[in-house]
């Protein structure tokens, strides 16, 4: 995995006006681009789509500064139809207007080109089992929130809240299949995982195929596959976040296993009356490398 992102790296800097094929790359090294940029973005700390931004926009910085050309032939240079589509980029990476940057030779952000190295970690062993499940379904309350990766997630958490006592009880009585217990269930995310971009939250309960379920309820249909399942203990959410972003580090790159599309689930085990800690397990659909 390290190889095909230092690979990918290395198509973004060919191609940085042109559309990348990331599927194509993903087929070369034996991988999807779902995992492709679901990794990519976990190790590199932002999306793919928004470092290729930063780098386009770093070169063209160069181009700009040194003023051998105009704004609109620069612009057209790095896969831009107009100065203002370019203006509106340059502004977002650089926080000024081109023309002022050129005026002034700055303020300029530079990213700089990614290079991904192993680390030799992992001494403390992650608590995983490998689950192969039928066909299930997922229902409950659903609701659009915006991606948020550390703490708490306020949309969520308002979310809950909002729903009474007795509706809690009514969908725990509703599971029957594993994953056991109240779920959060995350669906829909944005392969690239940028912060902010929206997913499908759902409050809810495992039932099995065959269990109908209420007409008030939103219902994730969920097919049969393969599941690793990581099962953490301390501080919530922190043990929990830290586990997530340790798939992509360690787990991920030692093991012949990727992720496939599909909704991550995450079940409490026990948790304190607070919720200042908790035991959880988290559920990501996985296919064989």
């Not at 509106?88 to 023309?99: I, S």
Request: some cysteine; aromatic content about 6%; proline content about 7%.
């Amino acid at each position: 995995m390290i190889s095909a992102l230092n690979r990918l790296v290395d198509l973004v800097e060919k191609h940085l006006t042109a559309e990348l094929d990331v599927a194509g790359l993903a087929a070369t090294v034996g991988t999807t681009e779902y995992h492709l940029r679901r990794m990519f973005s976990s190790l590199a700390g932002l999306p793919l789509s928004e470092y290729v931004r930063r780098r386009r926009m770093t070169v063209a910085a160069a181009d700009v500064v040194r003023g051998e050309d105009d704004l609109l032939s620069i612009a057209v240079r790095h896969g831009y139809g107009s100065t203002e589509a370019f203006g509106r980029a340059f502004r977002a990476v650089h926080g000024a207007n081109p023309g002022d940057v050129r005026r002034d030779g700055g303020p300029l952000r530079t990213q700089p080109q990614l290079r991904f190295r192993l680390t030799v970690e992992g001494s403390i062993p992650m608590h995983t089992r490998i689950v192969e499940r039928p066909a299930f379904r997922l229902v409950g309350h659903a609701a659009r929130v915006p991606l948020i990766h550390q703490g708490i997630n306020p949309h969520i958490q308002q979310h809950i809240t909002a729903l009474p006592q007795e509706e809690h009880l009514r969908l725990k009585a509703l599971g029957d299949t594993e994953p056991e217990g109240l779920l959060q269930v995350c669906d829909d995310v944005d392969p690239d995982g940028a912060e902010g971009t929206e997913l499908t939250y759902l409050h809810g309960v495992a039932v099995s195929q065959d269990t109908s379920a209420p007409d008030d309820l939103d219902a994730i249909e969920v097919p049969a596959g393969t599941w690793a399942v990581f099962r953490t203990t301390g501080p919530h959410p922190q043990a929990l976040q830290d586990t997530w972003a340790a798939t992509a580090t360690e787990w991920f790159p030692s093991t012949p296993w990727r992720l496939r599309p599909g909704p991550s689930l995450v079940a409490i085990l026990e948790r304190a009356d607070d919720f200042s800690t908790a035991t959880c397990e988290l559920w990501l659909p996985v296919e064989p490398t």
